[in-house]
């Protein structure tokens, strides 16, 4: 299965915010606000495909929602981080 651009926004935003441990675990909330295009359902639609691939898994629970972080396999998916290159 292919991922598409929301998927890959879902995942660089949970390593952007270092959600690679359960205690630092993203709500799907969290997630549509940093994302700003999808509507929540989306998201949680698209977490839920992650999940199923492996990519991402839940985390402890946040007051009545999930958490969300991105496993090995979802961090090795991402592409590296370009340093500045003009030097």
């Known amino acids: 299965m292919e991922l ?14 270092g ?9 799907i909330m969290e997630i549509s606000s940093m ?6 359902n989306t998201i949680h639609k698209k977490v839920k495909e992650l999940q199923k691939l492996g990519y991402v898994e839940e985390g402890i629970k946040a007051g009545k929602g999930k958490t969300y972080i991105l496993t ?13 290159e003009n030097v």
């Open 35 to 40: 994302e700003r295009v999808s509507k929540p």
């Open 4 to 17: 598409n651009r929301c998927a890959y926004v879902i995942l660089g935003i949970l390593r952007s915010k």
């Open 19 to 27: 959600a690679t441990d359960k205690v630092h675990g993203l709500t």
């Open 72 to 84: 090995d396999r979802g961090l090795k998916l991402l592409p590296e981080k370009r340093g500045n």
